[in-house]
Each structure stands twice: as structure tokens, then as C-alpha cells.
């Protein structure tokens, strides 16, 4: 039987991998928490397992090297060592190792060899300044159903599967919705008895189809815990590189997300935690200073907010200064002088590509590239970013996105002949256009006690549109970046699910455009971006703007 090693190489890789991140974490656990033996034995399993592993595939050099670990894991089950932090900073810095050596098909390069044999010369004795002293590791106390639940977790199977296969499993349940939908008008024509049989069988296949489509969708879903824990060894490194302290709590480790998702996450949370760690908790002395512990906190939080995650970065540092804030964006020309914005507008210039209140630039920050990485790659995602903080209390970073990138909550809108689709997480509220204005292609409207513009829709996806003023009867208030702006619109047809298809390359880059999907009735409707809309609805007010400025400048003087 021919075996295809290419196969089995990426089979191993892909377990390696989560064998690699339990034993992460089970080192992280057991440096803060000593006592914990279960932490121990879950490292020593993992190690364990990536050996036998590797030895099936003929990687020796990952089978040595996994041996050293395996030694200095007998040592600590035998309390022949303790787990000081000098001695985890070694186990982690050989995870790192065994990481690269995953790239290489038993071929490392001679530099990462000699790392290697250099790590393997590390006997867990250095660290021991009174081996005598060594207090046994206690074992804590599990019941016979905690037992019983390990062992079913432990005989559960999973599959891999490619994430392209989910996405085509996806498509299928969505065109089988779209062809549905067109069978269900031909059942309307059948009359008689036999028709109202073929309905309610149509209604039964229905129901199946829709519990189908979601089964789909939760296939794609995944815990956002895996994804966070990672920064916790981010969050341990930097803090012993600054000589600060941190402790890193993670709250809503279950909540679920879409796949697709999570792999966009990874950037702006490792600038999150780095701006936390560098920028934010202060020294350990200052700390102390203050009045504060000299252990600094930094809380990583997911939950769900209607259809979207939020997940937030919490820290109790220094917080945000609101005038040295406003000092460095005049500096740079972002903010002129003599106005008073709110907090939401000031913090939000942190978020300026190159802005930076550090007075020094070092490998870590000073550039003022992080935090326009993190709005830039959710923004990218349609979500949206918000910051503040308070002095001396902390700042808070949250970026909300949607859960899944396949699947849209959409309010369905017309406009002239033509049906658009409005994400449904960016609308405020609908409600009827002041018959007064209803002649107007622009202008204001009162809600909520404050003045709002409005715009037809028409005017921002064509000016030369054949829709007249006068069929825009229907607002829809949306927001994005703390702006509101009324969309007018012939009618509001209600809000759906769809399923989301990307643009062909012929159309890509059109303005105010995210996608589009294909209707219940076959049609195809494009998906509309708020932010841009709202970017061209500022461009058009500015050149109105400016039109009357010049109009004005140009008028003939006159006299009485």
C-alpha cells in the first residue's frame, strides 16, 4: 500500500500544532499555579504525544528534542525540580524551538541545530538553589464523574475539514434557499387539493432546509478561547522585556465566532496587548507610587452583542491623556486649534496612521503604526473600533465585528427600480420622511432631540440616477464612527438573512460597495458599505459647501 507522506506530513503538522499550544498552556498554568498537577500532566501528555508522533513520521529531530522536554517534565513529576520561572521561561523558549522545527522535514538548518543542542544542555538544576526543599506537588482532589467526563472527552473524534469545503457547503445551502424560494411561486399556482398537499409537503422540506442552513453555518462557528490564550504567553514575555508585571485574566472564553474570522483577529489583538503593556501599565515602582498593586491587570473579554462579537482589551494603567493628545494631533496638523471636541473624538485620533504620544521610539512602539493596524484590519472586516480610557483608572480597547463573514443580517431597501442591501448592525431606526422635504434630494430632520442630515440614497450610488425626489418617501438612520446620517429611500422592504457572494474582478472597488448576494426571487442585490456612503455623503456636503463659498465670492457686489 503506497502512503502519501506529503499527507500524513500536513496530518502532523496541523495535530503538532494543537499539542504545541496545550503544552503552552499548561506551562503558563503551572508557573502562576504550582500546586496545579493536572497542569503537569497535561504538559507531559502533549510533549509525549508530539514524540510518539514525530517517530511515526521519521522527524528525528523532533523526537530528541522532545525527549529533552519529556526529562524535564519527569523532574518535576518526581520533584526533582520545582517550577521556578527561569525554569518555564527555558520549557517555553523550547516550544518556540520545536515551533521551527516544524517547518523543516527533518532538514533543520545548522543555526537552529545548534540552538537545539545548546537548549538540550539545560538540566532544570540551574534554577535549584535548595533542591532539599522541594515540596511535593499537591494533587487535587477529582471526583468520579469529573474522571468519568475526562475519559469522554478524552475518547471524543474530530475531523478536519478545509475551510473551502465548509464555504462550498455554505454556498449549496444558500442556493438552495434561492431555489426554494422560486419553487414556492409555482406551488402558489396549483390549485385544488392536490396543491394544498404539495404546499404542505414544500413547508416540511422548508423547515428542513432552513435547520440545514444553520447546521452549516455552526459547522464554520469556533470558541474564541484558543485565540485569546495565545496572548497570555505575548502578555508574559513583553511584561519580563519592560520589567513590568502582568496579569492576564481572559473572560467569555466559549463564545463562538466564525473561522474565517478569527484568523483577522490575530493581528490587531497583538497590538492591543503590546499598546497595553508598553504604553499602558506603568513599572512596577510607579505602580507602587500610585497606590496601586505593583502587579498590573489586563483583562481580555469576549461576548455577543446582537449579531456582532465585541471583544475588549481592559487594562488599569495609566489611561488616556486627553491634552497630550490633543497636543501631539495639532502638532502633526489632525486637529486645528480653538475647538473643544468631545473625548470620543480626541481618543479616536490614536488611531491616526503614524500618530504616537511616545516620546521615544523603541523596537516595540513609538511609531504609531499599531493602532492604525488594529482599525484598519477590522474596518476591513465591517466592524468598527472604539477607545477610552480615564486617567490613572485604565483604558479600554473594543472592536466589534460581525460573528460570521458568510452569513449578513440585512435590511432590505428600494430604491427606484432597484433593490440595495444595508447591514443591518449599522441601522439606528427607520422612520417616514417629513412630508415637507419630500422634494428635496438633502437636508435635515429632527430626531431624538437633535438635528440629523439626510441624503436620498439615489444621489450617493448615482447623481444622475433616474429616481426623482419626489419617490423617496422612507428614511433609514445609520451610523458608523460615532456619524449619523438619514439614508432616503423609495421603501423598506424588512430585514433577512443572506448569504454573502464577493464581486467578480470587473467590479470590485466600486465605491460604497461590499458585496452582494442573489435574492429568494434569483435576483441579484448589491450589499452596501455604510462607511463609504458616509464618506461620500461628507465629500458631497463639502463640495456644496464649497459651490456656495465660490458662488458667493463670485456675485456681483450691490449697493442700496
Request: glycine letters at 8%.
Amino acid at each position: 500500500m503506497e502512503i502519501d507522506l506529503e499527507l500524513l506530513l500536513q496530518v502532523f503538522r496541523g495535530e503538532a500544532e494543537e499539542h504545541l499550544t496545550a503544552l503552552e498552556e499548561s506551562l503558563l498554568q503551572i508557573e502562576t499555579h504550582p500546586e496545579d498537577r493536572e497542569a503537569l500532566h497535561n504538559g507531559f501528555r502533549a510533549v509525549h504525544t508530539l514524540k510518539g508522533s514525530a517517530a511515526t513520521v521519521s522527524l528525528s529531530a523532533i523526537t530528541d528534542f522532545a525527549h529533552h522536554i519529556e526529562d524535564l517534565f519527569d523532574g518535576l513529576r518526581e520533584h526533582r525540580l520545582t517550577p521556578t520561572r527561569p525554569l518555564t521561561s527555558h520549557l517555553l523558549e523550547c516550544v518556540d524551538v520545536l515551533r521551527q522545527l516544524l517547518d523543516y522535514a527533518d532538514a533543520p538548518p545548522p543555526e537552529l541545530r545548534s540552538r537545539c543542542a545548546a537548549l538540550a544542555l539545560y538540566d532544570g538544576l540551574q534554577s535549584q538553589s535548595d533542591p532539599g526543599s522541594v515540596q511535593p506537588l499537591a494533587e487535587p482532589p477529582r471526583s468520579a464523574e469529573s474522571r468519568q467526563a475526562t475519559e469522554q472527552r478524552r475518547s471524543s473524534m474530530t475531523l478536519r475539514v478545509g475551510i473551502h469545503k465548509l464555504d462550498r457547503l455554505l454556498d449549496l445551502a444558500g442556493e438552495i434557499v434561492i431555489a426554494r424560494a422560486s419553487f414556492q411561486q409555482l406551488l402558489m399556482d396549483v390549485p385544488g387539493r392536490t396543491g394544498e398537499r404539495l404546499r404542505e409537503a414544500f413547508r416540511d422540506s422548508a423547515r428542513l432546509t432552513l435547520e440545514l442552513q444553520e447546521q452549516v453555518s455552526s459547522v464554520r462557528m469556533v470558541p474564541v478561547g484558543p485565540t485569546l490564550r495565545q496572548y497570555v504567553r505575548v502578555a508574559r514575555d513583553l511584561s519580563i522585556a519592560l520589567g513590568k508585571q502582568v496579569r492576564v485574566e481572559l473572560e467569555g472564553e466559549d463564545v463562538e465566532v466564525d473561522a474565517a474570522v478569527i484568523e483577522h483577529l490575530k493581528d490587531p489583538l497583538t497590538h492591543m496587548v503590546r499598546n497595553a503593556i508598553d504604553h499602558g501599565l506603568e513599572a512596577p515602582e510607579a505602580r507602587r507610587a500610585k497606590g496601586k498593586p505593583p502587579c498590573g491587570k489586563l483583562v481580555l473579554r469576549a461576548f455577543h452583542r446582537g449579531s456582532s462579537i465585541v471583544i475588549e482589551g481592559i487594562d488599569d494603567g495609566v489611561g488616556l491623556d486627553r491634552e497630550r493628545i490633543l497636543e501631539r494631533a495639532r502638532a502633526r496638523g489632525l486637529h486645528p486649534d480653538g475647538l473643544a471636541p468631545s473625548n470620543a473624538a480626541v481618543f479616536s485620533l490614536v488611531f491616526e496612521e503614524g500618530f504616537s504620544t511616545a516620546d521615544t521610539i523603541t523596537d516595540l512602539s513609538g511609531r504609531g503604526v499599531g493602532m492604525g493596524v488594529v482599525r484598519k484590519n477590522v474596518e476591513a472586516l465591517g466592524g468598527s473600533v472604539r477607545i477610552h480610557g480615564t486617567p490613572d483608572r485604565g483604558t479600554t480597547v473594543a472592536l466589534q465585528l460581525p460573528l460570521t463573514l458568510a452569513i449578513l443580517e440585512v435590511l432590505t431597501v428600494v430604491v427606484g427600480d432597484d433593490t440595495c442591501l444595508i447591514p443591518l448592525a449599522t441601522v439606528i431606526e427607520c422612520f417616514d420622511l417629513p412630508r415637507e422635504e419630500t422634494g428635496s434630494a438633502s437636508g435635515w430632520v429632527a430626531r431624538t432631540g437633535s438635528r440629523l442630515p439626510w441624503i436620498r440614497l439615489s444621489e450617493l450610488l448615482s447623481p444622475d440616477g433616474a429616481e426623482s425626489a419626489e419617490s423617496a418617501t422612507e428614511v433609514v438612520l445609520v451610523h458608523c464612527e460615532n456619524r449619523r446620517v438619514g439614508l432616503a429611500v423609495t421603501s423598506i422592504m424588512g430585514s433577512q438573512q443572506v448569504v454573502i457572494k464577493p464581486l467578480s474582478r470587473l467590479f470590485r472597488g466600486l465605491p460604497a460597495v461590499a458585496g452582494c448576494t442573489i435574492l429568494h426571487s434569483g435576483r441579484v442585490a448589491l450589499i452596501l458599505d455604510v462607511k463609504s456612503l458616509l464618506d461620500l455623503a461628507d465629500a458631497r456636503a463639502d463640495s456644496a459647501t464649497g459651490s456656495r463659498a465660490q458662488q458667493r465670492r463670485e456675485a456681483p457686489e450691490v449697493h442700496a
